[in-house]
Structures are given as structure tokens and as C-alpha cells.
């Protein structure tokens, strides 16, 4: 069964551990995900932005797959599921649909109208019990499209979207998704610092999680973020394990064609990938 992640990452907060999120792409990356989970005792958020929710049928086809999988599974651990990056309209979609959780991005509008469509948001979550992370700041890098550069949050803000009622909340502190280039600046820990002090029992969130050396991880966790969300890590990982797997010729051998043969490694990169991330932030066992 699915839970709000709310529980899970005021846990993790108060434990100074993270709780990871996964994004999902298809079958084989929410299987790794929860199998995962299951055998290292670890809560875990399954993440979904716009363009993987499209990409896999709409929202109500992945509610009856994740919670298909649980169920199969006999996944026993704390799963959320969260949309990534969701617009208000995808947000309002995704609760209709049966996710635990969602995200709504309000950063890229003036504070006032960002205030106005979280404050409606929450009241509708409160009343179904599920999660809700916000953002203030945006997140640099790429987002579906969306480009950004790694911009630093006002904590003022912060505080007024946390006074919101909202369960988590994402602020830009130099971080971006995707790679990481190699004039990056690194993370801002005084914003950090100063933002953790105005939001208190608050579980911040820091996207953009791959490629950030595991000491500024450690740093961060310190300073009060709960939740990290890790995609282009395994999607590398993937990558990388299936080329490897058809560049030796595997698949033209004996039913090596099979996609229950050809995705095996992949997938099998995945796990170890999710595996390092939840040993580094610590949510081992914390199930």
C-alpha cells in the first residue's frame, strides 16, 4: 500500500538520514526500485515528472503498476509516490489518480501566485492525507525541457512557503539536475544553513542528486535535507550496462534477443546504483 511521505521524511529529519527518491521510467526501473528497498529494510519515493508520466501511459497506469508491484512483490517497506516538478494542473491529476504524494512547482511564478496555488494544493492533500513538497528558487540544469542555472533561494521565501502547511520543501541552493558541468560552484551550505534555521523541523530537499561528491551529500544531510532525489544517475547506469551487454555480441546469442535477457544488466545497475545511494544517505535499515 501506498503512504504519504510525510511520515518517512520527519523520521528521517529528526534521525539526520535522507530518504531517497527514485525517478521511474518503465517497468524494469520500478522493480529495481522497490526490490531494492525491500531488501536493505529502506523507505523509499518513487518518483514521476510530467514527461515520464506521459511516457508511461498516464498517471492511473502507473498507480495500478507500482501498487501491482507491492502487492506481487510483497514489498513490505514504506512507499511514496511523488510526481517530480508537477504544474498545478498534473498535480491536481495525479491525486484524482491514486498517488501518495506530489510536487508542485511553483518556483518559476512571482511569490504571490506561488503562495496562492500551494495554499490550495495543501488544503486538498491535507484533506486526503497525502504528502506535499513545494519549491522556492529554481533548480538549475535540465527539467524536462525546463533550463535552469543553479540559482540560490531567498530563505525569507522559504519560510513563507513552509508556514503554508506544505510536508517538504525543495530550495534551490546552486544544485541542478542533470550532469554536472565542470565550472560548477558547488552547493551554497550558508543558504542552506540560514534556510534550515527559518523552516526548523521542516525536511528540506535537494534535487539534482547525481553527481554531488558524497561529502557534500554528508554535508547537507547534516544541515537538515530529509529527501534527495537521484534520476540521472540510474539512467547512466542503465545506459552504460546495456551498451556494455550488446557490445559483446550477448544479444545475438542463443534468445540473448530477449528482453527479459537484453534489460537484465540494465536493470541489475539500477539496483546497485539505488543500493550506494541509500548506504550513502544513510536510510538503511530505517524502514
Not at 514527461?51 to 508491484?69: E, F, L, P, R, W
Not at 543558504?191 to 558524497?214: E, N, R
Request: aromatic share 6%; glycine share 12%; with cysteine.
Amino acid at each position: 500500500m501506498l503512504v504519504s511521505a510525510k511520515e518517512m521524511l520527519n523520521k528521517a529529519k529528526a534521525g539526520k538520514y535522507a530518504v531517497g527518491q527514485f525517478n521511474i521510467n518503465n517497468l524494469e526501473w520500478t522493480k529495481a526500485i522497490l526490490q531494492t528497498a525491500q531488501e536493505l529494510n529502506s523507505p523509499v519515493i518513487l518518483g514521476v515528472s510530467e514527461g515520464a508520466g506521459k511516457y508511461m501511459c498516464g498517471y492511473t497506469t502507473i498507480v495500478g503498476m507500482v501498487n501491482g508491484m507491492i502487492n506481487e512483490l510483497g514489498i513490505t517497506v514504506p512507499v511514496a509516490l511523488h510526481l517530480d516538478h508537477g504544474s498545478y494542473e498534473h498535480a491536481k491529476k495525479c491525486i484524482e489518480a491514486g498517488f501518495s504524494s506530489v510536487m508542485f512547482d511553483g518556483s518559476h511564478y512571482a511569490i504571490e501566485e506561488n503562495i496562492e496555488k500551494t495554499k490550495e494544493l495543501v488544503a486538498i492533500c491535507e484533506e486526503k492525507g497525502l504528502s506535499i513538497e513545494a519549491e522556492v528558487g529554481s533548480i538549475g540544469g535540465e527539467e524536462d525541457g525546463v533550463v535552469g542555472a543553479g540559482e540560490v533561494a531567498d530563505p525569507k521565501e522559504c519560510k513563507m512557503i513552509a508556514d503554508l502547511g506544505v510536508t517538504m520543501l525543495a530550495a534551490g541552493i546552486g544544485n541542478i539536475h542533470g550532469k554536472y558541468p565542470e565550472n560548477w560552484a558547488g552547493l551554497s551550505f550558508d543558504t542552506l544553513d540560514a534556510i534550515q534555521q527559518l523552516t526548523g523541523d521542516m525536511p528540506l530537499v535537494l534535487h539534482g542528486g547525481t553527481g554531488i561528491p558524497a561529502e557534500m551529500i554528508k554535508k547537507a544531510i547534516s544541515l537538515g535535507v530529509s529527501k534527495i532525489n537521484v534520476n540521472t544517475e540510474c539512467q547512466l547506469a542503465f545506459a552504460a550496462a546495456t551498451r556494455k551487454y550488446v557490445e559483446a555480441g550477448k544479444d545475438l546469442q542463443g534468445k540473448g534477443f530477449d528482453p527479459r535477457k537484453l534489460l537484465a544488466d540494465g536493470t541489475q545497475a539500477i539496483k546497485d546504483t539505488v543500493k550506494e545511494k541509500m548506504e550513502l544517505f544513510g536510510s538503511v535499515n530505517k524502514a
